[in-house]
């Protein structure tokens, strides 16, 4: 079976940085997702990673260990747009574009 | 170039109705897939196409189907509504080649069964 977890919700400062955790335990892995998502829109891709360590993309850098089934996404520098609700989701198969979604981190951002 | 597109938008259906969705992926984009989100359980996989086959399934009742065209362009449909329906649906596309396959998502049907 599939399990994704992470935390329901996270407050943060203006400027903070916060540390988003995912762990899963899925059947197979084939690359760990991380999406944002703001209120009645869309989701938006943020970061991949297959192999273990950080991926830095601008303020957002995301963490894997495969062998500790976890994840982390790293905010810096918070803005208040930064407001959201942040997926975490695992690909379990290679070929296939289907994902597993966790059920999400609502971020809030305060001044 | 043009995201992918669902249509549409909004939509309300009593219970016991049937329903179809529809979703344009990204032009060259050959794999769609499609996920409910409702509050408490968050994103749910529902199907995936590809090349008009369907390769993928998640455990959601008959009642739920799908398709895919020549084009690319999917639908999904529901029968037999029923209340617990209401949700949000995605659809989601992707290229299906290279390492990281991101995956696209449309602005979604929000579905309201009375």
């Known amino acids: 079976g599939q399990n994704i977890d992470q935390p329901t919700e996270m407050t943060a400062t203006e400027g903070a940085i916060v540390q988003i955790n995912c762990t899963y335990q899925?059947?197979?892995?084939?690359?760990l997702f991380w999406y944002q998502q703001h209120a009645g829109e869309a989701p938006t891709f943020l970061s991949y990673?297959?192999?273990?360590g950080l991926e830095e993309k601008g303020r957002f850098s995301s963490f894997l260990s495969r062998s500790k089934g976890y994840s982390y996404l790293l905010l810096k520098e918070l803005q208040m747009k930064d407001s959201a609700s942040y997926l975490c989701?695992?690909?379990?198969?290679?070929?296939?574009?289907?994902?597993?979604f966790g059920k999400g981190t609502m971020l809030l951002v305060s001044p | 170039k043009a995201g992918v597109t669902q249509t549409p938008r909004y939509l309300i259906k009593t219970r016991g109705q049937q329903v179809t969705l529809s979703c344009s992926p990204i032009?060259?984009?050959?794999?769609v897939s499609w996920y409910q989100q409702t509050p408490g359980q968050g994103l749910q996989f529902l199907f995936e196409?590809?090349?008009?086959?369907?390769?993928n399934k998640g455990n959601f009742p008959g009642r739920f189907s799908g398709r895919q065209f020549s084009n690319s362009r999917s639908e999904m449909n529901v029968s037999t509504l029923e209340l617990g329906d209401s949700a949000l649906y995605l659809c989601?596309?992707?290229?299906?080649?290279?390492?990281?396959?991101?995956?696209?998502f449309g602005q979604g049907t929000r579905l309201t069964v009375v």
């Open positions: 196409y590809f090349s008009e086959t369907q390769r």
């Open positions: 989601a596309s992707s290229t299906d080649r290279g390492r990281s396959t991101e995956a696209f």
């Open positions: 899925t059947s197979g892995f084939n690359g």
């Open positions: 989701a695992v690909r379990d198969r290679g070929g296939y574009s289907t994902l597993t």
């Open positions: 032009s060259g984009h050959r794999s």
């Open positions: 990673n297959v192999l273990d």
